[in-house]
């Protein structure tokens, strides 16, 4: 039985982890992890709501930690600036935390209850860093477009990585958002051909 509350609490998350990927998520109870973990059926629900909630544990501590990360950015920064600095604080506890990660992403993958809920979860934070941005002083209109924008930058990063762990997240990130800015440079570059070319 696990003396602290933080040992059971990580014991839950890996006995979940372990079942989800023998039995699938919908075959599995609440019981039955807490079973795995060595602890009663009471402490799981001390813990986590319903088991969905088990993969998603971290949350509030992720969202406040993107936020601190995005007001607290040099004030010199452009948004899409400000953003990659966040985004890269946040890819380093993302790779430590990789033996947990990368399951639990492809769980998510082939469980549809779970990816309405990683879509909510990513709203979720695309608000709160669209707010951050707000703190900022960004208008309302551009700290919405560039936190989906980034945001959307941010997951195909992960994705990269996922796909080709021989290079870091935090070089995939960068890669992501260089590739983001020459899109916008090849789109104003091309509205002023057309402008000159009207003229």
């Not at 600036?81 to 604080?89: G, M, S, Y």
């Amino acid at each position: 039985m696990p003396r602290s509350g933080a040992e059971a609490r990580r014991r839950l998350r890996q006995a979940a982890l372990e079942l989800y990927r023998e039995r699938g998520f919908d075959q599995t109870t609440a019981a039955e992890i807490a079973t795995r973990a060595g602890v009663n059926e009471r402490t799981f629900f001390r813990h986590f709501p319903d088991k969905r909630e088990v993969l998603f544990d971290g949350e509030a501590d992720l969202r406040a930690g993107l936020m601190r990360a995005v007001i607290e950015a040099p004030e010199r920064l452009e948004p899409f600036e400000v953003l990659l600095c966040a985004f890269r604080k946040s890819a380093r506890n993302l790779e430590e935390s990789r033996p947990f990660s990368e399951p639990r992403w492809k769980i998510i993958a082939v469980t549809p209850a779970l990816r309405e809920r990683e879509l909510a979860k990513h709203a979720w934070l695309t608000e709160a860093v669209a707010e951050a941005l707000r703190q900022r002083g960004a208008g309302a209109g551009l700290a919405d477009l560039a936190a989906r924008t980034g945001w959307a930058a941010y997951q195909h990063a992960v994705q990269a990585w996922i796909d080709d762990p021989s290079k870091s997240l935090d070089a995939h990130l960068i890669r992501a958002f260089d590739n983001l800015h020459a899109l916008s440079a090849t789109v104003l570059s091309g509205q002023k051909r057309e402008r000159e070319v009207s003229s």
